[in-house]
C-alpha cells in the first residue's frame, strides 16, 4: 500500500517565525488533504490540494504530484497554530477509494 | 450547517463488554468512513460505508464491525473489548464523487 512519510516529526518555533512541514507519498494519489488535529482530537480540514498551490491567510500548500510530495508552509506562526499536523493521500486504484491513509503526523509546538 | 456529529465524546468500558458508537454525517454526504487513532499506530483505517454497503475494510479484526442506516448515519461496534482498544474513534463524511472528507470530534474510548 501507499506510504507517506512527515518530516519533521516535532518543531519548535517562536511566535512570528516560519516554517515548511513536509509529506512524500509513495504512489500516484488521487486525494491529499492536510489537516491540524486540535486539542480535543479534532481533525480540522486546511488544505484539499491533489495538485497544485492554495492559500488561506498565513498558511499555503503546494502538492508537485509529479514528485509525489507536498509541502504546507505557515507563515508568521501564533501560539494557536501549535498541534499535530497531518498529511493524509487516498489511492488512486478502485478499491483504496473511501481510505485515506494518513501520515505519522508534525507536532508544532509555538513559543510566546 | 452542521457538521459530523459523533457521540458519545468519552466513554468507560471494562475488558469483555462491547460498544457501539455512533456517527451522524454532514447532510447530503453519503460516504462515511471510521479510524482509530492511537500513541502507537497512528491514523489508521477501520471501514467506509457508502449508501448502507461496505466498501471498503481496513486491517482489523473481526471484533470491530459497523453498519450504515438509510439516513447515512452510521454506527460502530466492538466486541470483547481488549485494553488495546482503547483509542480516539474518529468518522469522516464526504459527497458522493469527491474525496474532501470532513471530520467528527471523535469517540474517545477507555478500556479497563
Sequence with gaps: GIQVEQSPPDLILQEGANSTLRCNFSDSVNNLQWFH???????????????????????????????????????????????????????????????????????LSVKP | ?????????????????????????????????????????????????FSETQRNKGNFPGRFSGRQFSNSRSEMNVSTLELGDSALYLCASSLPKTSLYTFGSGTRLTVV
Excluded at chain 1, 49 to 63: E, F, H, V, W
Aim: with cysteine; glycine share 12%; aromatic share 12%.
Design chain 1, 37 to 107: 488535529q486540535n486539542p480535543w482530537g479534532q481533525l480540522i480540514n486546511l488544505f484539499y490540494i491533489p495538485s497544485g498551490t492554495k492559500q488561506n491567510g498565513r498558511l499555503s500548500a503546494t502538492t508537485v504530484a509529479t514528485e509525489r510530495y507536498s509541502l504546507l508552509y505557515i507563515s508568521s506562526s501564533q501560539t494557536t497554530d501549535s498541534g499535530v499536523y497531518f498529511c493524509a493521500v487516498e489511492g488512486m486504484i478502485y478499491n483504496q477509494g473511501g481510505k485515506l491513509i494518513f501520515g505519522q503526523g508534525t507536532e
Design chain 2, 1 to 49: 450547517k452542521a457538521g459530523v456529529t459523533q457521540t458519545p465524546r468519552y466513554l468507560i468500558k471494562t475488558r469483555g463488554q462491547q460498544v457501539t458508537l455512533s456517527c451522524s454525517p454532514i447532510s447530503g454526504h453519503r460516504s462515511v468512513s471510521w479510524y482509530q487513532q492511537t500513541p502507537g499506530q497512528g491514523l489508521q483505517f477501520l471501514f467506509e460505508y
